[in-house]
């Protein structure tokens, strides 16, 4: 079976080998984050309705899983907001009633968690991590430029109300962009905001892949810690630079092999590799990093774009 809606297995920083489910048509969310790897939201919106079909997803599900992969997660994520696909919870209670081996996570901004509908619909989750960047409404619109209807009051609410109805592992994602969200006043607010949430714990990230903005850069890995220190006593998870390297040496050079070819004949964006290889933008983002880590990519801003091109290293 050809997959439309499954993507990977992905080899991740936070979650190991993840199966991924892309519910949503590209880039369509209810933020349009600055540092987004999928690039600039394209339908900012807060419609809830049935995006993909999920009898369809379903089934490509069935017949993937069918097979026994080993998998540390399935995990919705793709290239926008999950939580917009109205049936979301008649997945994750699909995934959870027939391969209940698999541990499921759902990857959302957690802006439609002041909907209980929302937060019934991922209780069978056995992790889920929404994000948080910023406490103060300036910040927060900087960051991740949400929807007009949406108000971070409510925001921070349903975050707060999730984590007393969730029994699972709830972990709050916040994305540190130097001079934006790490100055002194502002982590106080959100260490504040995250003290009342009460996750399960923190992860702090930052830059690792070009974003929506090519002009921004990472925080350092000493300011992370120095931020992490500062949260206590909340649980803080630094996240990682470097993928899981569980994924199978041939599944992996596979992979590999199709973006060292694309790029060997001249440099390319990330777009322009999903129309040669046919895959994903977000599963072609997640291997450029072990690439990028091993010196046989680099990542080089031309005008407005991010190309990739071949760095020259031998495969070692």
Known sequence: MKYKYLFGPVPSRRLGLSLGIDLLPHKT??????????????????????YVPAKRVREELADFLS?????DFITFAGSGEPTLHSRIGDILS????????????????????HL????????????????????????????N????????????????KFAKEYKGDYA????????????????????????RIAPSSVQLNSLIRPGAEKSLRAAKAASLVRIARFFAPLKVELSGSAPSDKISPDFKKSINDKIMSAVSRRPLTLEDLAALT??????????AEGLVASGRIVFVKQGKKMFIKNAGAREG
């Open 278 to 287: 046919g895959m994903r933008v977000v599963e072609l983002a997640k291997t």
């Open 29 to 50: 969310c209810s933020f349009n984050c600055v540092y987004c790897e999928c690039g600039p939201t394209t339908d900012l919106t807060l419609s809830r309705r049935e």
């Open 172 to 195: 709050v994602e916040v994305f540190i962009m130097p001079a934006v969200n790490d100055r002194a006043e502002e982590l106080a607010k959100l260490k504040k905001a995250l003290m």
């Open 116 to 143: 209980k509908s929302v937060r019934n619909a991922l209780m069978r989750a056995d992790k889920v991590i929404p994000s948080l960047d910023a406490a103060s409404v300036s910040v927060w619109k900087k960051l």
């Open 67 to 71: 097979g026994k992969p080993d998998l």
């Open 94 to 113: 699909f995934l959870k009633d027939e391969f209940p081996q698999y541990r499921v996570c759902v990857l959302t901004n957690g802006s439609l968690f």
């Open 145 to 160: 430029r949400p929807h007009p209807s949406l108000h971070l009051k409510a925001l921070m609410g349903g975050l707060e």
